[in-house]
């Protein structure tokens, strides 16, 4: 399997769900699976899930499910004829009652339409393709827009309305149904989608506490409010998803590159993982190499610092499922040769929290790690705290993260630079040092001769927090 420490995230389709498909991906270097609940049946989904464990088993790896929430996701409905083209400077009609009669009116999904939109505003469907003006609503059922830019619309498309406040929840009932099956198969990451503030993360937060499930939150961020909001949004999240596709429809697509650069540092500022989604290898859709444009997109993401890289429709409906991993994972192994990635270092702010001890004890061993060209860091952890916290510091040192706490093993794989084991003896601090070193001398992750960093927790089998940094041989 290929050693890079930015992960690489693959959703899973028609094209690659099978058992052998999901083998030769990760083989090549997929750290993280991701569900898109937008498309497919809950059967497919369930056996999708199987598959990804099924393979995990076979192979003694960990990877990471991120389940997608479609949240309230705007569509227009069927077309009749399935498209139809809209004129520049003329006037559609669009309602919210569904109707058998042909009578030039486009069909919207959403209920509140007409209550919500004011006149001014824009429509954008087709990701951002066509754009109208709203000339009038009567606040029920109906909403009358001029066509600025036209073209042809087909059935289903999506609908942006990037000034208006909109007034469905962010999870619809689909979502919820959604939740049920994603938390029954335990998976590792919910993502959210159309996160609008806090108050979005901590209603999933609640629903997840209640079933006792372990899954942490994505909060995808392509709404201007969530940009607004993106200091409590990241206090109150996991991980956050940079998801252009709907971020540059919704605000002006020149602003993307720049939010993309704040949106990561932010992250590693906050030691909360980040991933950089959307086109990142869009011709490979069907061509079997990508355009050097994509090749560089990839790359900035990685200098960047992002946790990790997304691949969409290149996976799921894909011609090269496994290659476009390949060809990704050479990109990134590349990359991280560079220099400026590494040693993000943040000294701990004064506190009197029980965290300040641990920040400190990560802050001092990244520093070290670096001053003695330390082989890797090995952290003890049962909520995996260290883990996301050296994450954060960028060390040039592997991170290995021991935990005899299950549910986080395959949750570690969408953090930068994370390899997780599976211990569970605790016998004495200096017994699982010796221990752990022997295991991965085993598993020729060290060789002899490495220096290398330890941190737990004395005493030991007490799980507390991590006060102790030890340096040594193997």
């Known amino acids: 399997m290929i050693d890079k420490k930015t992960k690489i995230v693959a959703t899973l389709g028609p094209a690659s769900s099978d058992k052998e498909t999901i083998k030769a991906m990760i083989l090549e270097g997929l750290n993280v699976c991701r569900i898109n609940f937008s498309h497919g049946s809950h059967e497919v989904h369930a056996q999708t899930f199987e598959n990804i464990r099924a393979v995990d088993k076979e192979l003694g790896t960990f990877t990471a499910i991120l389940a997608d929430l479609q949240g309230p996701k705007l569509r227009v409905g069927e077309i009749p004829g399935g498209v139809m083209d809209l004129e520049t400077n003329s006037e559609i009609v669009f309602t919210t009652k569904k109707s058998d009669k042909e009578d030039g009116k486009l069909y919207i999904t959403y209920p509140e339409f007409a209550k919500d939109v004011k006149v001014g505003e824009r429509i954008l469907l087709d990701d951002g393709k066509l754009i109208l003006e709203t000339i009038s609503t009567n606040g029920k059922n109906e909403v009358r827009a ?162 990790a890289v997304m691949l969409s429709a290149e996976t799921s409906v894909g011609k090269h499922p496994v290659e476009v991993i390949r060809v990704m994972a050479k990109i990134v192994k590349e990359v991280e040769t560079a220099e400026e990635i590494y040693h993000h270092e943040e000294p701990p702010a004064e506190s009197k929290e029980d965290r300040y001890v641990t920040d400190s004890i990560c802050f001092n061993a990244t520093r070290l790690s670096n001053r003695v060209k330390a082989r890797a860091i090995i952290t003890m952890t049962f909520s995996g705290y260290t883990g996301f916290k050296i994450s954060s510091q960028r060390p040039k040192a592997d991170i290995f993260v021991f935990t005899g706490n299950r549910s986080i093993l395959s949750q570690m794989s969408l953090v930068w630079g994370v390899k997780s084991f599976y211990y569970d003896k605790m016998v004495s601090t200096d017994h699982t040092i010796a221990d752990i070193k022997y295991i991965l001398k085993k598993q020729k992750e060290l060789n002899e001769g490495d220096m290398v960093i330890h941190l737990a927790s004395i005493p030991i089998s007490e799980a507390g927090m991590t006060n102790m940094l030890k340096l040594g041989k193997v």
């Open 146 to 307: 001029k066509v600025l830019h036209g073209g042809p619309l087909s059935s289903n498309k999506g609908v942006n309305l990037p000034n208006t406040k909109i007034s469905l929840p962010c999870l619809t009932p689909k979502d919820l149904e959604d939740l049920d099956l994603a938390l029954k198969y335990d998976v590792d990451w919910l993502g959210l989608s159309f996160v609008r503030n806090a108050r979005d993360i901590i209603e999933l937060k609640h629903l997840i506490k209640i079933k006792e499930k372990h899954a942490r939150i994505v909060a995808k961020i392509e709404k201007p409010e969530a940009i607004d909001d993106i200091a409590d949004i990241i206090k109150e999240t996991d991980a956050l998803m940079v998801a252009r596709g709907d971020l540059g429809v919704e605000i002006p697509l020149q602003n993307v590159p720049l939010v993309q650069k704040m949106l990561i540092t932010k992250s590693i500022k906050h030691a909360k993982p980040v991933i950089v989604a959307t086109q990142m290898m869009e011709s490979m859709i069907e061509s079997f190499t990508p355009t050097r444009a994509e090749v560089n997109d990839v790359a900035n993401a990685v200098l960047d610092g992002a946790d």
